[in-house]
Nanobody, 116 residues
Framework: QVQLVESGGGLVQAGGSLRLSCAAP????????MGWYRQNPGKQRELVAG???????KYADSVKDRFTISRDNSKNTVYLQMNSLKPEDTAVYYC??????????WGRGTQVTVSS
């Protein structure tokens, strides 16, 4: 079973920042795009941001200009820097790995809560 290990979630006030990290096995990281989805109870999981092997990024419209995704090939880790957080960003954030922006593997999720 592929293990994607997430960290960095937590509670923050509106306007604050958090950085999520997701570490993957080298064999997975070096052959897949990676990124983040998020989900709230009763809602579909939605793509927040993804980054391909070649570094091409994709963002949900709701997070453009606030979130930045990056990948560190030396650490087999993908990061999501989240600035200017809003209460509507509250969700469980799931790391994924897969071809392009298509998840084949998932992390267990990390809770992000933004208080107003």
């Amino acid at each position: 079973q592929v293990q994607l290990v997430e960290s960095g979630g937590g509670l923050v006030q509106a306007g604050g920042s958090l950085r999520l990290s997701c570490a993957a096995p080298r064999s997975i990281f070096s052959s897949n795009g990676m990124g983040w989805y998020r989900q709230n109870p009763g809602k579909q999981r939605e793509l927040v941001a993804g980054i391909t092997l070649t570094g091409i990024t994709k963002y949900a419209d709701s997070v453009k200009d606030r979130f930045t995704i990056s990948r560190d090939n030396s650490k087999n880790t993908v990061y999501l820097q989240m600035n200017s957080l809003k209460p509507e960003d509250t969700a469980v954030y799931y790391c994924y790995a897969g071809p392009g922006y298509n998840p084949h593997f998932w992390g267990r999720g990390t809770q992000v809560t933004v208080s107003s």
